[in-house]
Nanobody
Framework: QVQLVESGGGLVQAGGSLRLSCAASGRTFSSYTMYWFRQAPGKEREFVAAIGPSGGNTYYADSVKGRFTISRENAENTVVLQMTNLKPEDTAVYYC??????????????????WGKGTHVTVSV
């Protein structure tokens, strides 16, 4: 069983930065590929970024590539999403998720084994 708790959301002006963190419980964190998804009001949940169990492989949505960076620290059971040059269209609830096994470069929410409850990010004009 893995529990995920996101933090770091908030209100920021366009062009600004935020750092989201996801703290995971459990002793098997390093066995999971970790993901960030987001969901804007009235829209479907969409993939943002993923990082493989060892941290060596990453994968980004085209919409955030070059602006967001995902990283993890297995010794601390944390995964971080550093977001820069934020845009109003980045406004959403951001969710941390975990899938057991290697990074498979698929981005289907239904595949995730565990989810956090989300953290709100609002980017103002």
């Amino acid at each position: 069983q893995v529990q995920l708790v996101e933090s770091g959301g908030g209100l920021v002006q366009a062009g600004g930065s935020l750092r989201l963190s996801c703290a995971a419980s459990g002793r098997t964190f390093s066995s999971y590929t970790m993901y960030w998804f987001r969901q804007a009001p009235g829209k479907e949940r969409e993939f943002v970024a993923a990082i493989g169990p060892s941290g060596g492989n990453t994968y980004y949505a085209d919409s955030v590539k070059g602006r967001f960076t995902i990283s993890r620290e297995n010794a601390e059971n944390t995964v971080v999403l550093q977001m820069t040059n934020l845009k109003p269209e980045d406004t959403a609830v951001y969710y941390c998720a975990a899938e057991l096994g290697a990074l498979l470069y698929v981005k289907i929410p239904a595949r995730m084994d565990y989810w956090g409850k989300g953290t709100h990010v609002t980017v103002s004009v």
